[in-house]
């Protein structure tokens, strides 16, 4: 059977094959969602959707239901409300999460299956290396690939200094100058997308997020606005939506930082710099506080260290509910939060290995 339809919306062999244990559904993608119904595509066109009374009753947790970009299997039939019903929504391999309100302790899914999560920061009043520093945390824990797009170049004098400080703060990703004045910037982005590839633009409103959307679509698709004054920009995205590129890939254009959270952030990765220094502290369990031969803060007093870029650090922790914690303890934590229903993962590797126990044949 043909997947032309799917193909346009970065549908990949992953799925494909994920896909073939359920014969008796069909394959589709959420491209955008509406309170309880969904719009999805799927290889024979648009369709509208809701989730199955069967499935609402398994579903445990928020971050369970589908989202946008999700992949989900559907009914064949529509019902008597017209619309088709979501069956299972498909192993994914990325997700966008912020905390849900209203819900105690869940996190309810952004966007799902996004291969690069291009952060959108102008050069003129938008500039923020801390905000930065928020956007990269969550951008890593998402599974994504981060991209940081330096926009509006032609309103900057000292590009080259940005670009020092860039290094300092977004060790080992790419980082792509581009200004809306100039039609042909962004062709740089060309390279990150091809058949199977779903990309997603976040930052400030007015950075120019949808103009570069709009350049990759060859079309106006998304209204644009300006930063003001009063470094606010308008938010002229209101809903995520999944937009296919003429060349190949789509995107998911978010709305701003107040969509997402930092319940969920890998400080492994944003601030990998520290995490390098911390493994010459004198203490395993250092917070680079106030310990004696602390070489976070020794970095910082010789110069070599931003103070408030360790300012940032432990602001994130903070507000990430892991103050206090050390490395090995934060991940422990997230693993914890996964295998929740278990009572922990301690608890969860026993119910495995007493499962696994059962399964001998003998």
């Known amino acids: 059977m043909s997947l032309n339809k799917l193909d346009c919306y970065g549908v990949s062999e992953r799925f494909l094959g994920e ?11 959420v491209i955008s969602q509406y309170r309880k119904l969904y719009k999805i595509i799927t290889n024979k066109g648009e369709v509208f959707a809701e989730v199955s009374g069967k499935f609402r009753y398994e579903i445990r947790y928020l971050c369970d239901y589908p989202a946008v970009g999700d992949f989900v299997m559907l009914d064949q039939a529509k019902e008597q409300s017209g619309n088709r019903m979501i069956h299972n929504v498909l192993t994914r ?4 999460e912020r905390t849900s309100v209203g819900a105690k302790d869940q996190t309810q899914v952004v966007a799902a ?6 952060i959108c920061m102008s050069l003129n009043l938008d500039y923020n290396l801390r905000r930065l520093e928020r956007y990269l945390s969550i951008a890593w824990n998402s599974g994504a ?18 670009l020092i400080e860039m290094d300092q703060v977004a060790i080992g990703v790419d980082v792509i100058v581009a200004s809306g004045m100039e039609g042909d910037s962004y062709l740089q982005l060309l390279k990150y997308f091809k058949r199977g590839v779903t990309a997603s633009f ?13 350049r990759l679509a060859g079309k106006e698709i998304l209204l644009t606005s300006e930063i003001g004054k009063d470094d606010k920009g308008r938010h002229t995205t209101t809903h995520r939506e999944l937009i296919p590129l003429p060349q190949g890939g789509v995107v998911i254009d978010t709305p701003g930082m107040r969509e997402l959270g930092v319940d969920s952030v890998d400080l ?9 220094l911390a493994e010459s502290c004198r203490f395993k369990d250092c917070s680079h506080k106030d310990e004696p031969g602390c070489a976070v803060r020794d970095a910082i007093e010789k110069g070599e260290v931003d103070r408030k870029r360790l300012e940032s650090y432990h602001k994130l922790k903070k507000e990430a509910r892991y103050d206090g914690l050390t490395s090995k303890q934060i991940e422990t934590e997230k693993l914890n939060s996964m295998f929740q229903e278990f009572g922990g993962m301690k608890n969860a590797r026993k119910y495995i290995k007493k499962h696994n126990k059962r399964s001998i044949k003998y």
């Not at 244990?21 to 993608?29: K, M, V």
């Open 19 to 29: 896909a073939s244990l359920y014969p008796a559904f069909e394959l589709g993608r």
């Open 268 to 276: 492994a990765k944003a601030f990998a710099d520290l995490e390098k």
């Open 145 to 162: 690939t981060p991209v940081i797009i330096l926009t509006k170049s032609d309103l900057c004098i000292n590009i080259e200094q940005k």
């Open 113 to 118: 299956n996004i291969d690069y999560i291009f």
């Open 202 to 214: 976040i930052g400030s409103s007015g950075v120019g997020k949808s103009t570069l959307i709009n």
């Open 93 to 96: 391999k990325s997700s966008f």
